[in-house]
C-alpha cells in the first residue's frame, strides 16, 4: 500500500476516533438530563430492563454491521457504567444530606478515610480528618469539632476505636459516631459501653476499596447496633447511590467475614508466596487473573490484614478448610487418584457460583 494510501486510511480512523469520543460526551450529557427527570420523578438510577434493552440492540447492530457482538456489549456496557457512575455523583450532591453540617473523620489521613472525606464532601458536609499523619490545621479544627459534628466516622483500625470509645465514655460525642471497620469482635463491647454513656453510635462495612468509583456492584454492611437513628443516618447517607445495604446483626458480622475476607485474602496471599522468583515468559489467561488479584491483596496495609485475620475469631475455621482442601487436592495427585480429583472438582462447582 503507498504511504499516501496509508496516511489516508488512518486519518479517517483519526477522525472516527475522536467522532467516537465526541459522541460518548454526548451522550454522557444526555444520561445527566436523563438522571435530573429521575430525579424529579423519583425514579432509581439503574434501570435494569432498560440497560439490557440496549445491550440487545447494540449486540444486533453489531451482528448487522458484520462487528462482533461482544465488542459492542462491552463498548454499550463501559458507558453504562459510566452513566450510572454520573447519576450517583449527581444524586450525591443534589441530596444535600450533609448541608450545614459537620463530619470528623477518625484516622481520614488513610485512604479509606479520604474516600469516605470525598463521598461526604459530595453530599454538603464540611469535614475535617482527626489523624496524626493529617495537617495541624485539619486536625485543630476535627478536635474543635469533634464533640458537636453531625457525623464521626471511624476509619482507624479497630484497637483505635476500641480505645477511644473507652475515653468517650466520659464525655460522648452529640452527634452520631460509627465505624467503618472490617472486624467487628473488639469493638462490640466498647460500642456498649458507649452507647450505655449517651451516645448515639452505628457500625457498617463498606465492602469495597477506596479504589472504587462505581457504587453500583459494591455491599455496604449495615450492622444492627440497636440504635435506630444511628442506622436511619447511614442509610440516608447511601439512599442516593446505587450500592446495595445489606442489614446484618453486629454480632453475625465477623462470622460471615471468615469467609468473605480471611478466607479470600489467605487464598489470595498463599497464591502471591507460591509464585516462583523468576517470572515465566508467557501467561494464562487463568494466571493473570489469580495473579492481579493477589498482587492488588499484597499491596494493601499489612496491619489492617493481619488484624482481619488474627482479630476474627472465626478465621480459624475457614483457614483450616483451606488447609484442608489443598491437603486432599495434593493427596489426590501424589497418589494418581483422578476419581478423588474429579470429586473436588464436583464439590468445588456446587459451591462456587
Not at 223 to 228: A, E, I, L
Request: net charge neutral; hydrophobic share 45%.
Amino acid at each position: 500500500m503507498p504511504a499516501d494510501s496509508l496516511d489516508s486510511v488512518r486519518e479517517r480512523i483519526k477522525q472516527i476516533d475522536l467522532e467516537l469520543v465526541a459522541r460518548a460526551a454526548e451522550r454522557l450529557a444526555l444520561v445527566k438530563e436523563v438522571g435530573e427527570i429521575k430525579r424529579r420523578l423519583n425514579l432509581p438510577t439503574v434501570d435494569y430492563a432498560h440497560e439490557r434493552a440496549v445491550l440487545d440492540r447494540a449486540r444486533a447492530a453489531a451482528t448487522t454491521h458484520g462487528l462482533d457482538p461482544r465488542i459492542a456489549e462491552d463498548l454499550l456496557a463501559r458507558l453504562i457504567r459510566a452513566s450510572v457512575s454520573a447519576q450517583d455523583d449527581d444524586r450525591l450532591r443534589f441530596s444535600a444530606t450533609g448541608v450545614g453540617k459537620r463530619a470528623v473523620i477518625v484516622g481520614g489521613a488513610g485512604r479509606m478515610g479520604r474516600w469516605m472525606a470525598q463521598f461526604l464532601t459530595a453530599q454538603g458536609f464540611a469535614t475535617g480528618a482527626l489523624d496524626p499523619a493529617g495537617s495541624s490545621e485539619e486536625n485543630a479544627w476535627s478536635r474543635e469539632a469533634l464533640a458537636s459534628a453531625e457525623l464521626v466516622v471511624m476509619a482507624a483500625a479497630p484497637g483505635i476505636t476500641a480505645r477511644l470509645y473507652g475515653e468517650w465514655i466520659a464525655s460522648a460525642p452529640c452527634g452520631v459516631v460509627i465505624d467503618i471497620a472490617s472486624i467487628k469482635t473488639p469493638l462490640i463491647e466498647p460500642i456498649r459501653a458507649l452507647q450505655r454513656a449517651g451516645c448515639c453510635v452505628g457500625s457498617i462495612h463498606p465492602m469495597f476499596g477506596p479504589s472504587v468509583a462505581l457504587l453500583r456492584d459494591a455491599d455496604v454492611v449495615l450492622c444492627d447496633t440497636g440504635d435506630v437513628r444511628a442506622l436511619a443516618m447511614v442509610e440516608q447517607l447511601f439512599a442516593p447511590t446505587t450500592a446495595r445495604l445489606v442489614h446484618m446483626p453486629l454480632a453475625d458480622h465477623d462470622r460471615a467475614m471468615a469467609d468473605l475476607l480471611s478466607l479470600a485474602h489467605a487464598t489470595a496471599i498463599a497464591f502471591a508466596v507460591a509464585l516462583p522468583e523468576v517470572q515465566q515468559p508467557v501467561r494464562s489467561t487463568t494466571f493473570r487473573a489469580l495473579e492481579s488479584l493477589a498482587a492488588a491483596v499484597v499491596r494493601e496495609s499489612p496491619d489492617v490484614y493481619y488484624e482481619i485475620q488474627a482479630k476474627n475469631p472465626y478465621s480459624a475455621q475457614a483457614i483450616e478448610r483451606l488447609r484442608d482442601a489443598l491437603s486432599r487436592l495434593v493427596s489426590a495427585i501424589a497418589n494418581h487418584d483422578s476419581e478423588a480429583f474429579r470429586r473436588l472438582l464436583d464439590e468445588g462447582k456446587s459451591r462456587a457460583s
